[in-house]
């Protein structure tokens, strides 16, 4: 599968799929990863996410955008949910959703946030919580390809149990000097944590940068406030506010 398929081009109708669940990955206490067969599925673009619809007995219908997490090589689509209470489709998908249970699905959407091996590097990727999986997309599509593009991933969570992909994204960066992987932990640290602390802040951005340079490519997600913080710093660090590619969502998560 290419990663340059017809199913991204601009203005194609997006119609609605049947998507069966074939995986069930648990990530963390909160977050599952659901790896789907889409039989229509067309290929997408790292970065790209996808709409999800669910529909009651009673014909009501509850809608949601996910991001994409699986490399656009692979034969599964992943999609990663962390849990939010109070929820109303995100509850479902983490408690009720089994092996073989079907839904709707439409995609890939969005053609902004997205990165290719193609595009080449360096690459700069800030994740806040659950804004690692369109990242994540990214990174497993490097390794995929093969292609050592310089690559710096700065990823903030609340403690090291809800860091999502962590023994992929160890594995990663053990076996490729050309990524480097940073955590910071903002709530609670293990015993002889050796990593930051606290929230991102200009030190650390910093020092997780590659030297200034037009071909870099940075991506931000997460929650608004994280986003927005992280993008004035970088600005204020010299980086080119139109170069910084960012993806947030609102307080649920959702």
């Not at 790896?35 to 970065?47: A, C, F, K, S, T």
């Not at 650390?204 to 940068?209: G, I």
């Amino acid at each position: 599968m290419t990663v340059t398929d017809a199913a991204t081009a601009p203005g194609k109708r997006l119609e609605w799929q049947v998507a069966e669940v074939r995986d069930i990955v648990i990530e963390t206490p909160r977050v599952k990863s659901f790896l789907l067969q889409v039989n229509d599925w067309r290929g997408h673009l790292p970065g790209q996410h996808v709409d999800i619809k669910l529909t009651a007995e009673d014909g009501y219908h509850a809608q949601r955008s996910y991001s994409i997490a699986s490399a656009p090589e692979n034969e599964l689509v992943t999609l990663t949910v962390e849990c939010i209470a109070g929820g109303e489709v995100s509850p479902y998908l983490f408690g009720e959703l089994c092996h073989g249970d079907q839904f709707q699905l439409r995609g890939p959407i969005g053609g902004y946030f997205v990165w290719t091996v193609a595009k080449r590097g360096p690459l700069y990727l800030i994740a806040g919580g659950s804004g690692i999986v369109p990242l994540m997309a990214m990174l497993r599509h490097r390794e995929r390809r093969k292609v050592p593009v310089p690559t710096a991933l700065l990823y903030s969570s609340r403690s090291l149990e809800d860091v999502i992909y962590q023994e992929e994204l160890d594995a990663m960066a053990q076996h490729d000097r050309n990524l480097h992987v940073t955590h910071t932990l903002t709530r609670k640290q293990p015993d002889g944590w050796a990593g930051h602390r606290g929230r991102v802040d200009r030190e650390m951005l910093a020092k997780a940068s590659f030297p200034l340079s037009s071909k870099q490519n940075t991506f931000v997600c997460g929650p608004t406030p994280f986003v927005e913080h992280v993008s004035n710093v970088l600005v204020e660090l010299g980086h080119d506010a139109l170069a910084i590619r960012t993806e947030r969502f609102g307080p649920t998560g959702e």
